[in-house]
């Protein structure tokens, strides 16, 4: 009998219970919740997670929106109250507070979210808690399923596999082991040691990523834009070689972050950060380079796709390569790219992207183009055509043969320096070593001779 009487009282309370929450369901729960179209390429993102499409109404009514697509999911937690994106979160930490917060919104607009959670003996605050739990781990899987269509599309877009070949040598001047994982978080060390966020627009393809990652890491300074070309960098085939090079510019710093100059590299202060030791690449370097190139657009012809842009660009680009080289001045990245910030008003002034710092560019190879091109006759020859021919004969037999008063660079004279480096002397000089004329011939021709004649 009591126990009867127990389970009839809580019969009444749990209708009194809907009775009291059924009313304020109504209210709560929009009329956009109901019916909420889908894109087709939304729907296969949510469908990869389970349970998720069962969120679809929640997005659309927080996110305001008609409709759920790829681009709402992309941006998941714009329309919420923090108004950040998920996956732009750049730390842990961060997001899991913005999923956090944004699956609070999704219950609140969407009651019917709590049927993924069974009644059980919770009551109705531990089962909104433990919903608002499930919600934060799918939005966490979804956020994740978005990073991998993201890398998934890289290579081809709706799912379609492309296979890229590479040759050996691409192969050669790649570095395999650069992962997606350490991106990521190279993305986090940029935004912490600049406050700056890396934006997906500008960053190249992994596998783009792989082959500045080789020069950069391996050979700690920048690409050499003959194994790389910035045609490689192109995402779209209408982008400029402008657009290229800063992509380029910027790949170089996500590459780089953290990594440390040399000892034996110049730096002269280039790569100096607040709070770390000098660095090989400067970022805020890069975004001053980056900016002026954009600010000096317009004056030129063309503008970034124009040749007199392309020329700078390609100049600028061996300019960066040859400075940072072993082989060349053995600068930091970060003071090389310093160098040429003030050398953007030049190079378009002049139009032939001559010069460049740190003494690797090459500065002046067009004017001793221009001057050789002037001293050419008509013929081709360069300098005096006469005096060539003569250099020229001299060269191919002895010179002395040719003129019988030429004397050449080692006068036969007593006392003068022959071409060993000893004194000329009448019957030899016995320091020196045998004569060949002497020792082939039997005798030397020379009155004088700086090499040692055997038997005198």
Not at 40 to 47: D, K, S, T, V
Not at 143 to 170: D, F, H, K, Y
């Amino acid at each position: 009998m009591t126990g009867g009487l127990r389970n009839a009282q809580l019969g009444e309370i749990g209708r009194a219970e809907r009775r009291r929450w059924l009313p304020r369901l109504k209210m709560s729960t929009p009329l956009t919740l109901v019916g909420v179209p889908v894109e087709a390429g939304a729907r296969e993102w949510l469908a990869a997670v389970p349970g998720a499409n069962k969120m679809a109404p929640a997005i659309a009514a927080v996110e305001m929106v008609g409709e759920v697509t790829e681009v709402v999911l992309q941006t998941l937690g714009l329309g919420g109250a923090a108004g950040a994106v998920l996956q732009e979160c750049s730390t842990a930490a961060e997001a899991a507070a913005v999923r956090k917060a944004y699956a609070k919104e999704l219950c609140a607009a969407d009651k019917t979210l709590q049927r993924l959670v069974p009644k059980g003996a919770l009551d109705v605050a531990a089962r909104l808690a433990h919903c608002e739990m499930v919600v934060v781990r799918m939005l966490a899987a979804v956020v994740e399923e978005g990073r991998r269509r993201a890398t998934r599309g890289a290579g081809g877009g709706n799912g379609t596999l492309n296979v890229v070949t590479q040759s050996e040598e691409e192969r050669a001047f790649s570095l395999p082991s650069y992962k997606e994982g350490e991106v990521g978080l190279q993305k986090d060390l940029l935004k912490r040691m600049y406050n700056q966020k890396v934006r997906s627009f500008h960053l190249s393809r992994l596998s783009v990523l792989r082959k500045i990652a080789y020069w950069v890491k391996t050979m700690g300074c920048f690409p050499d834009p003959d194994k790389l070309p910035l045609s490689k960098l192109k995402e779209d085939s209408g982008e400029s070689e402008l657009t290229c090079f800063v992509r380029l510019l910027h790949g170089v710093a996500l590459v780089a972050a953290g990594q440390e100059a040399r000892p034996t590299q110049r730096d002269e202060g280039a790569g100096r950060v607040a709070g770390f030791r000098v660095q090989l690449v400067n970022y805020t370097s890069v975004l001053d380079l980056a900016h002026e190139l954009e600010s000096q657009r317009e004056k030129i012809v063309g503008g970034g796709a124009g040749p007199a842009m392309r020329k700078v660009v390609e100049t600028m680009y061996l300019t960066l390569f040859k400075a940072t080289s072993d082989t060349g001045a053995n600068e930091t990245i970060s003071l090389a790219i310093a160098r040429q910030i003030p050398k953007m008003g030049e190079y378009i002034l002049s139009g032939v992207g001559g010069g460049g710092g740190g003494g690797g560019g090459g500065g002046g190879v067009s004017e001793r183009k221009r001057k050789k091109k002037e001293n050419r006759d008509a013929n081709g020859r360069t300098g005096d055509p006469k005096g060539g021919k003569l250099e020229r004969e001299r060269k191919g037999k002895r010179a002395r043969d040719v003129d019988p008063k030429y004397q050449g660079r080692y006068p036969d004279e007593e006392g003068a320096l022959g071409p060993n480096g000893a004194k000329r002397m009448k019957g030899g000089n016995p320091e020196g070593s045998v004569c060949r004329d002497f020792q082939e011939k039997g005798g030397c021709k020379f009155s004088t001779c700086s090499f040692k004649h055997p038997g005198k």
